[in-house]
Every structure is written in structure tokens, then in C-alpha cells.
């Protein structure tokens, strides 16, 4: 243990393959798209170079293609737009349709060409939100939420994420966005507070990669394993509960905990906390938008079910002093949003004008 606030991380500490691993995106000439609907070809006249009955391919290509292919997805009815697919055009002759992603999935590589330098270590930065022990408006912990200064611009965490699944880069992503928050996050966690790392299910499902990945390089850090706390996200795709529950204990045998995220109304959050008995849930904020309107109690019952396994709860997305009240009432532990402070690069300590630590 070292007596510096949140520990010492060593400078030499790569978490984050060699980004000259990764294939560099290439300027494209245009797309080919395949539509299935005879209405979707019909709306491509006048737009594309080529344009013939499905399953031929159209070609956006030569001045202006990439406008012009927006403009024709202005045009589409929800039904084609989700049923396209396509590829770069330059792939055309080694591609069979049935092997393309789709459409959307390339606009969103064609807006990104960002995502690599976004990934590097230079550009990287974590943004710390806190989470307010509610009884008390005592700090004990933040999430690291991670941004990217790229040419000039900041990425937001949806921006980084959505780009790099899209480019299949959600791997480097995830290590360079816990490297960012160990390096420039955890200085500033004090001792008793811990810090929120944010994990796909996909990395929790195998025990051995999670702990090479990333509790043995934190323990060689001289990271203090008992301030971290992985925080699962998308848990509507868990993965088979036995390999889950292999790497949660692998993780809190050194001294990690783990919360789960975005728990909503449905049946299957009560399921997640019962199978998986987290030390953290955290509840999305649709339930207090919900609970607002209609007096429900779901927040009350999900945070009883919690408490019923040990688990501390976690009301997100408290924007007013309502939405606050609402957390209180039901008996919430701890509390996170905007009413209580916004992510921010230095750790925020003030509640409006009031220290929390007062």
C-alpha cells in the first residue's frame, strides 16, 4: 500500500495492445449497397451511378457520393433502411452480400475514421462522476467515465463506444479506457472512496483473460484492488452464469467488488440480482423518470431485493432535487447525476455551494 490518495500507478504500465496492431482505416472511393426491397431500389434513380433490380448492388461513387448516399437513406422506409447492407467499393469483387455488414454499421465506420488516434494513450482522458452516500451527502466513490480529445474535439463515451464496436476496436477501447482512469483517475480517489471501472459482459465471461487483462497488471501497478470496483454494463447480454460467476470470484479474490448496471423494470433484474448477488446495483434512470410519473415502487422494490442479497444500491440519473427525494424515500443507498455533480477531469467534492465532505 502506498499512503499517496488512491495509490501509486507506475507510469511503465501498458494495459493497451500496440495500436500499429490494428489495421489502419483506408480512404474509400465510394460504397456498394444492397437493397431487398423493389421500393428501396426505385428511391436510389437519380442518386446512385448504378442502379438494377436486387440482388445487384447499387454504387454510390465520384463526386459527392457520400451525400448523395444520405440522401437517398432520407428516403428509405424504416423496413429497407434496416434490411441494407453494404460495403466498400473497392471490396466489391471479392464480396458476397450475404457477407456484408450493414449499412449502418459502415456509415458509422465512414463517420469515424477518428477512432484509432481516439484510442491512443495521448488522447485518452477519464472523466470522474461522484456517487453520494445518500444518508449521510458523504462522497464514496466516482465512475470513471471515459472522453477523447481528437483534432480538437472531445469525444463523448457514446461516441467512443459506438465507433469502436462498429470498427471492432471494442477491446482496445475498454483497456485504453481503464488504463486512462487508473493513470488519471485513481491519484485522485481518496483513501475510503473507491472508483467505478465500467466492463462489457463479454470480458466478465472468461475468468483467465479478465484476470490476465487486467488484475494482474493492476496488482503489479500497486493499484489498491479493494478501492476498484468493475462496473458490468449491457446486461441484457449476460453470458452463461457459471463462466460469469468464475471471473466474479476470481475478482474479488483480490479484493475487487462488482456492480451491476442499468438494472430497469423488467423481470430479468430481479433474476441478475438473485443469481449474481453484486455488491453494487445500480438502477437506470428510467426508474425515476417512472416512479415520478406514476408512484410505482419499482425503485423501493428493486432496492429491497438488493439489500435482501448484500448489495449496496445505486439510484443513476439524478437530475433534481426531486428525482432525489424520490432515491431517498425508497430507501436508496447512494446516488449519481448531474443534481449531484457532472463528469468532470478533477474530481468534484461540492454539492451546488455545500463540500460534501463537510
Known sequence: MNDRPGGQVRKDTD???RMD???????????????????GVSRARGLAD??????????FSGDCWFSRLCLWLEELDAESRSQTRG??????????????????????????????????PAAMQSHLQPIVYLPTG???AFEALARSMVDGVMR??????????????????????????????????????????????????DADRFEHRFLRPMKKAGVDLTQIVFEMIETSE???????????????AYGASLAVDDLGAGCNAYTCILDIEPDVVKL????????????????????????????????????????????????????????????AAKADRTYGDRPFLS
Open 238 to 252: 449476460l453470458p452463461p452464469l457459471s463462466q460469469l460467476m468464475a471471473t466474479v470470484g476470481r475478482l474479488r
Open 284 to 343: 437506470d434512470r428510467s426508474l425515476l423518470q417512472l416512479e415520478e410519473a406514476s408512484e410505482c415502487g419499482l425503485i423501493q422494490s428493486l432496492t429491497a431485493c438488493a439489500h435482501s442479497v448484500g448489495a449496496m444500491v445505486v439510484a443513476e440519473g439524478i437530475e433534481c432535487e426531486e428525482h432525489l427525494q424520490i432515491a431517498v424515500s425508497a430507501e436508496v443507498d447512494m446516488g449519481q447525476g448531474w443534481h449531484i455533480g457532472r463528469p
Open 50 to 59: 448504378r442502379v438494377a433490380a436486387p440482388p445487384a448492388p447499387l454504387t
Open 87 to 120: 460495403a466498400l467499393i473497392e471490396d466489391l469483387p471479392q464480396l458476397d452480400p450475404m457477407n456484408t455488414v450493414s449499412l449502418e454499421t459502415l456509415m458509422i465506420r465512414l463517420e469515424t475514421p477518428w477512432i484509432r488516434d481516439a484510442l491512443s
Open 156 to 205: 463523448s463515451g457514446f461516441e467512443l463506444v459506438r465507433a469502436s464496436q462498429t470498427h471492432g476496436l471494442e477491446p482496445w477501447f475498454e483497456q485504453a479506457a481503464a488504463q486512462a482512469a487508473l493513470q488519471q483517475g485513481l491519484p485522485q480517489i481518496l483513501p475510503g472512496e473507491s472508483l467505478f471501472l465500467n466492463v462489457t459482459p463479454t470480458t466478465l465471461a
Open 15 to 17: 494495459m493497451v495492445p
Open 138 to 140: 458523504r462522497i464514496v
Open 21 to 39: 496492431a490494428m489495421r489502419r482505416p483506408r480512404i474509400s472511393g465510394g460504397v456498394a449497397v444492397w437493397c431487398p426491397t423493389l421500393w
